[in-house]
């Protein structure tokens, strides 16, 4: 069973910065692709990047390149979401997922059907 346990969402003014972590148990994500999403309130879940197997990222969402960066730590099976130069538009529930998809672990995939597993979502507030 693989579970995955997101956290470091919180509140934090336009410009300022946070770093989400996620942790995975069952699967390693060296072996799996894993991408980050997130959804606002009254809106459909947004994708923002996807990290593959080999740990090169592919796919950053649109405006987002540049801001957000993800890291894999290995030893600690832990992959990370650095966000700067957050905005209010950033305010949302952000999402980890693992994908077993055979194209998405090599190649990275947006599409959240292709995603396995699920964490339960960290709270991300920006003000503005």
């Known amino acids: 069973q693989v579970q995955l346990v997101e956290s470091g969402g919180g509140s934090v003014q336009a410009g300022g910065s946070l770093r989400l972590s996620c942790a995975a148990s069952g699967r390693t994500f060296g072996t799996v692709g894993m991408g980050w999403f997130r959804q606002a309130p009254g809106k459909e879940r947004e994708f923002v990047v996807a990290l593959k197997r080999s740990g090169e990222n592919s796919y950053y969402g649109d405006s987002l390149k540049g801001r957000f960066t993800i890291s894999r730590y290995n030893v600690k099976n832990m992959v990370y979401l650095q966000m700067n130069s957050l905005k209010p538009e950033d305010t949302a529930v952000y999402y980890c997922?693992?994908?077993?998809?055979?194209?998405?672990?090599?190649?990275?995939?947006?599409?959240?059907?292709?995603?396995?597993?699920w964490g339960q979502g960290t709270q991300v507030t920006v003000s503005s």
């Open positions: 997922a693992v994908s077993e998809d055979s194209f998405c672990t090599v190649y990275g995939c947006y599409d959240e059907t292709k995603y396995d597993y």
